[in-house]
């Protein structure tokens, strides 16, 4: 990863990101001098310089783990339903999922295959003085989506509890995906204040490659501008260099709200997951929780620690195969639906382009999709259509002049359409394993047309365990027999690679 970043600033009213640059260690900092900056306005600070000389003088650590094993106290969790934050009941401890572990940059770490989370044993801090480091290698990343949450997270506003936590997360409310970002709230002031760098050259780190990030509140409160707020003195650092910094006579930038760790009988610490995002999937090592505000000194010494060059790799599973899951995709894809970084696609969102199935001829579409084993309903969906579609025109199928849609069916045996008429479906999953096999699938949809009436012979094939699954379904069309009907791959909450099609 290349060690310069420059920062920009962007502020915004209430909910604003405040983008910011760094000091100098080893030269003196040249202050630019104090601006008022306008909504939207970005200002440019000095780049971060190299790494502050090493303090291997560490204070003792209120917490550390080290992923070497599963007998640190950290159980997996789930999300048991989705919804606001005042609902406790939300996420539950699952002791039958194992943690699983391989190499990271400091002996092992800890993988988490995006279908759930971990809580680590940590209880409040109640001080304004800490920092938190961990390195982290995510394989996906969504808005909000959480790596760190912690603080009083499940607490009921609308019964006057207090709502506090800091979640490392991904934005992007600029056109740039940033992360990492630093988003906390403390309701019992009403602060939404959050933290980050969007770099021209780089606004992400630590997605499919190694990157520490640590986290200093030091302690000094402070008042951040005209709001009168106050907010406590940061430093956020990126592989062992300040990257961020706010303090006394930096009014433009967010510091972290007050009392975020203190204990207001809520307080919980995931990694991974939370009550409404998309989950975190990827490595996480070498976590650690200072009630002290560490030096530029000391996190360099944290840095040192590591080899982000280390290689990394999905943990082999013997017992259970169907947990793994595989992230490597195919270079020789003809085009793809979805973002392989969060495997997140809202449906209709993205469409294939639409292929015709002629009266007497026969259509083949491969592709693998990879889902996030949610819901049945996460994966590939193919429209029945009378409307031939380029998804390279620019605009949805459904906004195509004289769009005519039949209907639509999906992966899950499950259809709706007026155009759609006596539809049948013969599949060979089992109903317990179709999530997990939709994970990871390589899927081939052979139709056949005669007349109004098609069939399409699939054959699903999990890329994890090798098990193949045959699908067919059986419909009659309101289409006429000289009608033109064409088939088009969209989907819901999946990355698809359209691989052939013939």
Known sequence: MKKRLLALLLCVSMLAVTLVGCGRKEEPVVEPDPVVVEDTTPVVFPEPDTMASIDSNLPAPAYHFTFEDNNEGIVA???????????PNGIAEDHGIPLLFTDGPV???????????????????????????????????????????IGNIAGDESADEVVTWLNFTQVDFTGERVFPTIWNRHSGNGQWPWLNVLGIEESIHGRRE?????????????????TGE?????????????????????????????????????????????????????YVDDFYIFTDALTAGQVAYLYSLGDPTVETAVPEIEDDPVAQVITNFDPNALYTLGD???????????????????????????????????NNWDGYVFVVTGTPYDKDSGHPIHETEGFLEYGVIRGDAFHWGDGLLEVGYEFSWDWDDFRDIMKNAQVTLNFSRSGSDFTMNGLVVDLVTGNEYTYVVTAKTAAGAGDPLFIALTGEKMFVEILSVD
């Open 210 to 226: 190694w990157a520490m990030f640590t986290l200093v509140a030091r302690g000094d409160t402070y008042i951040f501008g005209e």
């Open 107 to 149: 002996g092992k770490a800890l993988y988490l295959d995006g279908t759930h989370g971990v809580r680590l044993p940590i209880n409040a801090l109640n001080t304004n003085t800490y920092s938190i480091s961990f390195w982290v290698n995510a394989d996906r990343l969504s808005q909000f989506g959480p790596a760190l949450q």
């Open 340 to 374: 392989p970084d969060t495997e997140v696609m809202g449906f209709w969102s993205q469409h294939s382009n639409a292929y015709a199935l002629a009266d007497g001829g026969t259509l083949s579409i491969k592709f693998n999709n990879y889902g996030r084993g949610f």
């Open 77 to 87: 969790v789930v999300r048991t339903e989705t919804g606001p934050h005042n609902l």
């Open 230 to 282: 106050p907010r406590i003195a940061t430093d956020l650092y990126i592989n062992g260099v300040r990257v961020f910094y706010a303090e006394e006579g930096h009014f433009e930038y967010h510091g972290l709200a007050p009392d975020l760790m203190n204990d207001y009988g809520n307080f919980d610490a995931l990694f991974g997951l939370n009550y409404w995002d998309e989950l975190f999937k990827g």
